[in-house]
T-cell receptor
Framework: GAVVSQHPSRVICKSGTSVKIECRSL??????MFWYRQFPKQSLMLMATSNEGSKATYEQGVEKDKFLINHASLTLSTLTVTSAHPEDSSFYIC?????????????FGQGTRLTVV | GDSVTQMEGPVTLSEEAFLTINCTYT??????LFWYVQYPGEGLQLLLKATKADDKGSNKGFEATYRKETTSFHLEKGSVQVSDSAVYFCALMRSGGSYIPTFGRGTSLIVHP
């Protein structure tokens, strides 16, 4: 299957700083990217959906000024957690798909474990 | 709206036991159905998929059949291994546009030697 590379896999940052997470599609064009946050006991919460070249669409309750999403190219999307706080500590996962292709599945990055201290 | 319901976990089995993880869905039209697997500390990997009614997806000994009449896509494996211990997510997605994948809550599988 297609490969989505997410970086970094783990990051520890101090409270009040910003952290950027990158998500790259390596062998296909990601027209659509999804960013998820995974809470303990495994449920996935969709944070936002972004289409290449457009502003991201955020889910209700997700602060767009805190979680900045950029999807400037067909192979790269970034999530920046601004002014991070301990409650932002979580596992963040990106996902990408190319809706122009017949296959409809989304492919996932490896996830980023963010710890804010 | 679309929704996916999975059986609650954890599912605990002994090695070589038969596995079933139930998944039912609610959706308009004819979505594609997927099972993803998440190993500890990792992202999700596509395990198998089915794109139309009566299709059977299979991979690594796992199987699931798209049953439109019962709106189900149950995951089965005849003989589980310890290495199958993971969290399994059922999902649906519609083709085209920016349709958002809809996931179940995930079912944790624990296989003991």
């Amino acid at each position: 299957g297609a490969v989505v590379s997410q970086h970094p896999s783990r990051v520890i940052c101090k409270s009040g700083t910003s952290v950027k997470i990158e998500c790259r599609s390596l062998d296909f064009q990601a027209t659509t990217m999804f960013w998820y946050r995974q809470f303990p006991k495994q449920s996935l919460m969709l944070m936002a959906t972004s289409n290449e070249g457009s502003k991201a669409t955020y889910e209700q309750g997700v602060e767009k000024d805190k979680f900045l999403i950029n999807h400037a190219s067909l192979t790269l999307s970034t999530l920046t957690v601004t002014s991070a706080h301990p409650e932002d500590s979580s596992f963040y996962i990106c996902s990408a798909r190319d809706w122009r292709q017949l296959n409809t599945e989304a492919f996932f990055g490896q996830g980023t474990r963010l710890t804010v201290v | 709206g679309d929704s996916v319901t999975q059986m609650e976990g954890p599912v605990t089995l002994s090695e070589e036991a038969f596995l079933t993880i139930n998944c039912t869905y609610t959706a308009t039209g004819y979505p594609s159905l997927f099972w993803y697997v998440q190993y500890p500390g990792e992202g999700l990997q596509l395990l198998l998929k089915a794109t139309k009614a009566d299709d059977k997806g299979s991979n690594k000994g796992f199987e699931a059949t798209y049953r439109k009449e019962t709106t189900s896509f149950h995951l089965e494996k005849g003989s589980v291994q310890v290495s199958d211990s993971a969290v399994y997510f059922c999902a649906l997605m519609r083709s085209g546009g920016s349709y958002i994948p809809t996931f179940g809550r995930g079912t944790s599988l624990i296989v003991h030697p």
